[in-house]
């Protein structure tokens, strides 16, 4: 195995984990990924994780890599929220959720921040596929009600004002019944009320 047949071998992924890499090379010897690192060939992201130089170029690149570094995990809050277009700016940092503690890392690849919710809410997502591999992200109904949990202070319609929702894009995008049931299965009160809020200011900033 040289260091060309190594990059070729993982740069299939956006992001390869010391773990893959002895069990595809048995005997494998870590101070090569050290030597490999100095020299510019990969990017050590966090913890035993690595990337080829310059694979990671996508925003889905992203998503995949924080679902792999910090486990279990899927992409919500305001990165998902971004991707489907309801909040209007671009997000910097990728957000998900976890039902491990609260957590974020800065790393060469960019910055991932992890929100913790327990093991029952933990669901509402799918695959996203990119390049023939699948990345947990948050329907946009749980990305919203992820985000409504988390942030309790939203308390009237001038704070959704304050948020700068896209209320056009979610009219058309949301899928009410979906909503109602996800959010019942938070078994929240305050989460509940919140929605109530929502849909009020979401009535109201429709085009009339």
Excluded at 88 to 109: C, G, L, M, W
């Amino acid at each position: 195995m040289n260091l060309l047949e190594f990059l070729d071998r993982f740069r299939k992924t956006p992001a390869f984990s010391v773990r893959e890499v002895e069990q595809i090379y048995p005997g494998f010897e870590r101070e090569n990924l050290l030597n490999w690192q100095k020299k510019g060939h990969i990017v050590r992201i966090r913890n035993g994780w690595y990337s080829v130089a310059g694979r990671i170029a996508s925003e889905e690149h992203l998503y995949w890599v924080a679902n792999k570094i910090y486990r279990p995990s899927y992409v919500s809050l305001e990165t998902a929220l971004a991707y489907y277009g309801w909040i209007p700016e671009a997000v910097f940092t990728v957000t998900s959720i976890s039902t491990r503690k609260t957590q974020a890392f800065d790393t060469p690849a960019g910055r991932f921040r992890y929100s913790s919710v327990k093991p029952s809410l933990f669901f509402g997502y799918r695959l996203l596929k990119t390049e023939g591999y699948g990345t947990k992200i948050a329907e946009p109904e749980k990305a919203l009600l992820d985000f409504l949990y988390l942030h309790p202070k939203i308390a009237t319609i001038a704070d959704f004002e304050a948020l700068r929702f896209n209320p056009d894009q979610m009219s058309v995008d949301i899928n009410w019944e979906k909503l109602n049931v996800y959010c019942a299965l938070f078994d929240s009160i305050p989460l509940s009320k919140r929605v109530q809020i929502f849909k009020t200011y979401l009535y109201y900033a429709e085009p009339v």
